[in-house]
């Protein structure tokens, strides 16, 4: 009877088709469920990204220009002119972007670069696997300690000075080369990256004031010209800024529900984290590791959907729809 146990275990906890014929025999976690746990939680860092993209031109348009930059944002959001050297910028890199806006991207590059680390640790590779993305995210840490106390742009600062997770974060990857401890050091920032997601999921009621103060100022400057064509008797100028003034209206509740959205993600992605790192600490994993980072999975996707649908108002409405 107890030679049969684990697989009568095994047969038990196959309850998807993506997991039939790897789990039969306990053979920890498939590279199939890591490869749909790093394909959801892809769909995850874009969102944060595609919401910085909404505020970026209002935060950036607020802060004033550095240097000889000399190309702005209108408030409404579009660029006041073509700057090729912008456009040609190093890597790929946005340029000329507020510090407060990089250094939350940087912080969902850094939960990302993480993430992936953890997938891999569960996947069996070594530490010598691990040396470029060491090196990356020492970088993406010492970014967000840096650039994330400063508030600029409307928006308060990520990190609190008096917080040292980002800080913690770099020097224990710093430390962690040079003494060969990649894997020790990845599995004890858990909670240092869990900082960095709470960090984000706060830093959201900001955003929306951020969001709503300015459509608010947009919703003022198209009630002055609504009040003019009135007074000149232009009933089609009236006509088209009393739908403007919808859109714009309706388009600050939609981001409301995109922010929503957001939060419940970063929240998922946190519980995802948390099953993650119990399969990459008993590597090569079991089947219940298994059968949790699959089902982390499916929620992260999930709420992924109801971000993108969200978000994806807001834009319709702002483009007129």
């Known amino acids: 009877m107890s030679g049969s146990g684990p697989l009568i275990l095994c047969k038990l906890r196959i309850w998807t088709p993506l997991l039939l014929g790897f789990l039969t025999a306990c053979a920890g976690v498939p590279l199939e469920t890591l490869k749909t746990y790093s394909d959801a939680f892809s769909q995850a860092n874009d969102a944060g990204n595609l919401l910085l993209d909404e505020i970026s031109p209002i935060v950036s348009s607020a802060t004033p220009a550095r240097g000889k930059v000399t190309c702005g944002t209108s408030r409404l ?40 680390m953890l997938v891999d640790l569960a996947e069996g590779k070594q530490t010598k696997d691990f040396i470029n993305q060491v090196d990356e995210l020492v970088i993406l840490a010492n970014s967000v300690a840096t650039l994330g106390i400063v508030p600029s742009g409307g928006l308060t600062a990520l990190v609190p000075p008096t917080a040292s997770f980002a800080k913690d974060l770099a020097a224990r990857f710093g430390r962690a080369r040079a003494n060969a401890t990649v894997r020790q050091s990845i599995l004890q920032s858990k909670d240092d990256i869990q900082e960095l997601l709470k960090a984000l999921a706060d830093d959201t009621p900001k955003i929306y004031e951020v969001f709503r103060k300015a459509r608010e100022a947009d919703l003022f400057k198209i009630g002055v010209e609504r009040k003019r064509a009135s007074s000149a008797g232009r009933t089609a100028a009236v006509g088209e800024a009393d739908k403007r003034l919808r859109a714009m209206s309706k388009s600050i509740g939609q981001f409301h529900e995109s922010l929503t959205a957001y939060v419940k993600l970063l929240d998922q992605t946190a519980r995802a984290l948390e099953a993650l790192v119990v399969a990459a600490e008993t590597s090569p994993g079991t089947v219940a590791s298994a059968a949790l980072v699959l089902s982390e999975a499916e929620q992260i996707r999930e709420r992924s959907e109801e971000f993108w649908n969200a978000i994806r108002k807001v834009r319709i409405t702002a483009a007129g729809g």
């Open 77 to 116: 959001g579009y660029p006041l002119c073509f700057d090729l050297i912008a456009v040609r910028g190093k890597d790929g890199i946005r340029q000329n972007e507020d510090p407060s806006i990089v250094a939350r991207r940087d912080a969902l590059a850094a939960v990302t670069l993480y993430n992936k």
